[in-house]
């Protein structure tokens, strides 16, 4: 790396390629101008999840290739607890850190016990002023007004960021964009990415490690009949959650459910001819519900983003789904490793999928019937549930029924220490309206003198509380969470 810092060499190649993401950083005044230097051993620290996940193999692979030692760490959140010992491992180490995926909410911590320079922070996480860009360096794209829910995840920042390293990793977008897709940020017409995400599919394209392809939306790995009663877009009275009807239904579009080695048939063994009779009758049903019937037909196609290099997965969504599962299930180098090439990993990830596929839907059972209405929000604790999958069980039930999107659902599970760990989801209509759960938790968690920070994005935060404060924080989010 010779003796230029960091944050030249990423500046100079900002300011090269003009990226529309990164371009702003040129202006950005307040950066230190003594950035430290960047040759000591760097320790990632990277968030658990898919996009976390993502972001720290994307680093890995940076530093790698820049010749530059690193090592490590996945957590479920960057908790005060961990930065208390981060803290210690800069002073008795000399350790430079880069946090990934997670930062942002915890930026007062960071400041007061690390101070402002050996760490620099790749999130996406909505900052809580984003008028004032901290005197620390923090890539965060709300201080450039682009949105982090929709137009970059934390894989991208750390994409752009290796991509300015050196041009030659521009193979990684397509690491970006599984950790995109994780947090289901291919919210663009048909399934498509917007912002600074295009861009990276652009690259993960040119690259030749993703191509896209658009088809029928739903699961492309389940029997065709079961893809059909459980994962449409949306659910159809004639046929969603009736395997024997949806049999009828393909028997009348002369559609077999197996071929000729009694193999079921999933939507990839479908003939283009067979695909276009399919999409027809089902628009068709949708039609016969008589409400929202051009949506519906408008959601029935959506784009795929297949992946060359990681046989046996062909699906970057099922890849990221994976990931999640070995984040979530303690298992996460497994998960950074098959990013980076590990066969054997992959292997081992795929079993663990299966696993935690299973652990899902058990929690889902417990989950339907530990939920409490109140007034503007809905809750859910069951204390069998883990911690580290109430964030996937909050959604899926989110979404499980039309009702219970009227309201934001605040999920707890048992954690570490007499504190429980909350998860909060809404669906987009709330969102539409103003509804802002990282603003809510944080400011309730504030307000209640909780120290964990609490944060995340306006339609999926969390925080950590202790369980005595249970009673008192849910009546402070039921009165935030009122929309007027
Ligand atoms: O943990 P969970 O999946 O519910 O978190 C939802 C979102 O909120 C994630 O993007 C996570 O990174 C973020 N979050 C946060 N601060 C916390 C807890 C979660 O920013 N204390």
């Known amino acids: 790396m010779g003796s230029k810092i960091l944050l030249d060499i990423f500046l100079n190649a900002i300011d090269e390629r003009k990226d529309y993401f990164l371009k702003s950083l040129r202006e950005e005044s ?24 993502t972001s720290a193999a994307i680093l890995a692979f940076a530093l790698k290739r820049a010749n530059i030692s690193y090592q490590l760490s ?114 663009g017409d048909k399934g498509g990415f917007i912002g600074a995400n295009k861009i990276i599919l652009d690259d993960a394209i040119k690259s030749g490690k993703i191509s896209v392809e658009r ?7 389940q029997p065709l009949y079961i893809a059909l009663a459980y994962s449409l877009p949306e659910k159809l009275p004639t046929l969603s959650g009736n395997e024997e009807k ?19 048939r999933t939507l990839i063994n479908l003939s283009t001819y067979e695909k276009k009779s399919l999409l027809k009758a089902l628009i068709s049903e949708g039609y016969e519900r008589n409400d929202k019937s051009k949506d519906f037909a408008v959601k029935l196609i959506t784009s795929y983003y297949n992946l060359s290099n990681f046989d046996p997965i062909t699906d970057a969504k099922e890849m990221s789904k994976l990931l999640n599962a070995c984040g979530r ?30 652990e899902i839907s058990i929690a889902i059972r417990l989950a339907e019937q530990s ?15 883990n911690e580290k999958i109430i964030g996937t069980i909050c959604s899926i039930i989110l979404h499980s029924k039309e009702e219970l999107k009227e309201k934001p659902l605040i999920a707890f599970a048992d954690s570490d220490n007499h504190s429980l760990k909350v998860s909060a989801r809404a669906d987009h209509e709330l969102i539409k ?52």
């Not at 450039?144 to 193979?171: Q, T």
């Not at 298992?331 to 079993?351: H, N, T, V, Y």
Request: hydrophobic share 35%.
């Open 215 to 221: 088809d029928i939306s739903i699961s492309r790995h």
């Open 30 to 53: 307040e950066i230190p101008k003594n950035f430290p230097d960047f040759k000591k051993n760097v320790h990632i620290y990277s968030h658990l999840d898919s996009d976390g996940l």
């Open 246 to 264: 949806v049999k009828l239904f393909l028997k009348s579009l002369q559609i077999k459910i197996q071929d000729e080695w009694n193999e079921k």
């Open 329 to 358: 299930l303690g298992f996460p180098s497994l998960g950074i490793s098959s990013l980076m090439g590990d066969k054997k990993s992959l292997r081992m990830a795929i079993e663990k999928n299966k696993l935690y596929k299973r």
């Open 74 to 187: 996945v957590l479920p959140q960057l908790e005060t607890q961990y930065i208390k010992k981060i803290k210690d491992e800069i002073i008795n180490y000399n350790r430079f850190i880069i946090f990934s995926d997670f930062g942002t909410g915890q930026l007062e911590f960071l400041k007061k016990d690390l101070g402002s320079s050996n760490y620099f922070i790749l999130d996406h996480h909505q900052p809580e002023n984003i008028k004032e860009h901290p005197d620390i360096f923090h890539v965060n794209p709300y201080y450039y007004d682009i949105s982090g829910e929709s137009e970059i995840s934390a894989a991208g920042v750390c994409y752009f960021f290796a991509k300015a390293l050196d041009p030659k990793n521009i193979d990684l977008s397509s690491l970006a964009i599984i950790g995109a897709l994780g947090d289901m940020q291919n919210k």
């Open 433 to 484: 309206k103003g509804l802002n759960l990282g603003k809510i938790l944080r400011e309730v968690c504030q307000k209640m003198g909780i120290i964990n920070p609490a944060g995340g994005h306006p339609p999926a935060a969390g925080a950590k509380i202790p369980s005595m404060n249970l009673k008192n924080f849910i009546e402070e989010v039921d009165k935030a969470a009122k929309i007027d």
């Open 371 to 385: 939920i409490r209405n109140y007034k503007n929000i809905n809750t859910l604790y069951n204390s069998e549930i």
